[in-house]
């Protein structure tokens, strides 16, 4: 009978570069977070995520780039990394550093800390108070080694010595200063090591460097372990099992293009970008009458109106801008016209007023979007008016969501622009945005604005107007109102009133005529297997009016 292993044995098997490492999964079986819920014995995903461990644990590397796709598990693979170093190395001190100047403690930190709690193996030695935890350092006494959490901060981690060195999404630092320094602490350690867990970034950031660096095989002691797609397709055939189709298909139509091409595909991206491309330009641009209802053609609707204002006689040369907009359904979808676009001369509050007035008067319009900067009086005149309106704080988030619905009606051919609008088609030309880094566990932020030497006022007051109706959802086929005289049992059974028949006296009855009006308009909109006239008033038509019945 084979003798089994002494637990010094069994260490020292661990030990041993990729290998070790696979044996001390197998043999350990690390818990981590589940995305049932609970805890799970990590499993590698796939052959891809074998080949990539195996290659960076070859022992001639000192600096590991884990460059996965977000929920790739890279944060989870060098955590594993570092808990196998923890119990198979004596005398190792570990620094793991956060996303943030002022938190030591971040999510790589307390995603060590869960794996020593909940796998069996570790748990027994933290109850046996052989691992001792607190609250931003682990220590490991009989062999001396130390885990600690430190903030981002380089006068923090200056003058060090490290055995490994630890930081997450570097493609989000404002600079490489802080891995600079964290690089140097490990030099002088035999085994010393330095993990990168990160996306991609902008080709400006200190990643790109590294991949760079890579690439050429300049440097035979760095290992970058880069793991992209081609497309959307390419990520759901090869990416891991516990990544849902639904949802990456989900994220890709929700986030602007380089978002997702860094976050979910990790392709690297210039670090300027087009909000507005030459072929969605072209897809905005359409000949409809400025007219609200002519537009809607029956049709429910709603008119916004979005302001931003610039300091009159502006040394930049920006501009006053109001504009009107107009959202409705059509088949299943919110389409936007822009019915105006007004450059309001010297900024003046007077102009300001006497053109959202024309909008309310002339439009219909109900509700504002009015940023802030530099606008208080409009505002407190827009709270004496009919329309509702709101102040908006420009803020990074805020931006980021309003330009996102903005692209996806303009990509999805939602966005309807009159040629006539020509100063607001060459904003489209040269608007753009990147992706910056935050120096935080935030990670990458969009931010938006026109290229050097132009101007985005159009597409800001755009963009406000658009915001101002996002709340509100539209019905495509209304009734104003079912008012019925008839007589007898055709009153239950007749479909206006709530029955499935269509009884002969719909041949005089206005409010029939109008419901089989508006059938007609989804009948010519509908592109295959329309439902009959009494399915479309059970289902699809609504009455914003009074139901009136005989006594």
């Keep these: 009978m084979a003798t089994k292993p002494s637990p010094k044995d069994l260490i020292a098997s661990w030990r041993n570069g990729a290998d070790g490492f696979l044996k001390f999964l197998d043999d350990v079986q690390p818990r981590i977070p589940s995305e049932k819920g609970g805890f799970q014995p990590y499993t590698i995903p796939n052959d891809l995520v074998r080949d990539e461990i195996r290659r960076a644990l070859d022992t001639r590397y000192s600096t590991l780039v884990f460059c996965w796709p977000r929920r790739h598990g890279k944060t989870v693979m060098t955590a594993l990394i570092i808990v196998w170093r923890f119990l198979t190395r004596r005398t190792q001190t570990i620094a793991i550093v956060s996303n943030s100047e002022k938190q030591s403690v971040d999510t790589a930190f307390k995603l060590v800390r869960t794996i020593l709690e909940q796998t069996p193996y570790t748990s027994a030695l933290i109850k046996s108070e052989a691992i001792k935890i607190g609250a931003d350092a682990i220590h490991y006494e009989a062999v001396n080694n130390v885990i600690q959490a430190f903030p981002a901060s380089q006068a923090a981690l200056y003058g060090k010595k490290l055995s490994i060195a630890q930081v997450s999404e570097l493609h989000a630092a404002r600079s490489d200063a802080l891995y600079q320094v964290l690089a140097s602490s490990t030099i002088d350690t035999e085994d010393g090591l330095v993990l990168v867990d990160s996306t991609v970034g902008a080709r400006s950031s200190p990643l790109f460097a590294l991949y760079n660096l890579a690439q050429a095989g300049t440097d035979d002691t760095l290992c970058?372990?880069?793991?992209?797609?081609?497309?959307?397709?390419?990520?759901?055939?090869?990416?891991?099992?516990?990544?849902?189709?639904?949802?990456?298909?989900?994220?890709?139509?929700?986030?602007?293009?380089?978002?997702?091409?860094?976050?979910?595909?990790?392709?690297?991206?210039?670090?300027?970008?087009?909000?507005?491309?030459?072929e969605v330009i072209e897809r905005c641009r359409d000949r409809y009458p400025l007219d609200p209802k002519a537009i809607a053609d029956g049709a429910a609707f709603v008119v916004?109106?979005?302001?931003?204002?610039?300091?009159?006689?502006?040394?930049?040369?920006?501009?006053?801008?109001?504009?009107?907009?107009?959202?409705?359904?059509?088949?299943?979808?919110?389409?936007?016209?822009?019915?105006?676009?007004?450059?309001?001369k010297f900024s003046s509050a007077a102009g300001i007023k006497k053109a959202l007035t024309r909008y309310y008067k002339d439009f219909g319009m109900s509700r504002a979007a009015i940023e802030t900067y530099n606008?208080?009086?409009?505002?407190?005149?827009?709270?004496?008016?009919?329309?509702?309106?709101?102040?908006?704080?420009?803020?990074?988030?805020?931006?980021?969501?309003?330009?996102?619905?903005?692209?996806?009606?303009?990509?999805?051919?939602?966005?309807?622009?009159?040629?006539?609008?020509?100063?607001?088609?060459?904003?489209?030309?040269?608007?753009?945005?990147?992706?910056?880094?935050?120096?935080?566990?935030?990670?990458?932020?969009?931010?938006?604005?026109?290229?050097k030497g132009c101007h985005d006022d159009h597409i800001y007051s755009l963009a406000w107007a658009v915001y101002a109706l996002r709340d509100l959802e539209l019905n495509p086929y209304e009734l104003n109102g079912i008012h019925c005289f008839a007589a007898g049992p055709s009153v239950n059974l007749c479909i206006m009133n709530g029955g499935n028949l269509v009884p002969p006296c719909s041949d005089t009855c206005r409010s029939f005529a109008e419901a089989s009006s508006i059938y007609q308009k989804y009948l010519s909109r509908s592109a295959v297997s329309p439902m009959s006239l009494e399915d479309f008033v059970s289902v699809k038509a609504r009455n914003v009016g009074s139901h009136t019945l005989p006594r």
Excluded at 242 to 251: D, G, H, Q, V, Y
Excluded at 431 to 443: A, D, H, I, P
């Design 224 to 278: 970058f372990s880069h793991i992209e797609y081609r497309d959307l397709a390419d990520a759901i055939a090869r990416g891991p099992s516990w990544i849902s189709p639904a949802k990456l298909k989900s994220r890709a139509a929700q986030m602007l293009p380089i978002e997702f091409a860094q976050q979910h595909l990790n392709q690297w991206t210039a670090a300027n970008n087009s909000l507005f491309p030459a």
């Design 304 to 344: 916004g109106a979005g302001l931003d204002r610039a300091y009159g006689f502006s040394l930049h040369g920006d501009s006053t801008v109001t504009t009107a907009v107009l959202k409705t359904i059509q088949g299943e979808d919110e389409h936007y016209f822009v019915l105006a676009s007004d450059d309001i």
């Design 375 to 451: 606008a208080q009086d409009i505002g407190a005149w827009a709270g004496e008016q009919k329309f509702q309106h709101e102040l908006v704080v420009a803020t990074a988030e805020r931006q980021s969501g309003a330009f996102t619905a903005l692209f996806n009606a303009a990509n999805e051919g939602r966005l309807h622009i009159h040629p006539a609008l020509e100063k607001l088609f060459q904003e489209m030309e040269t608007f753009e945005y990147r992706l910056e880094g935050t120096g935080t566990s935030k990670g990458s932020i969009a931010k938006f604005e026109a290229a």
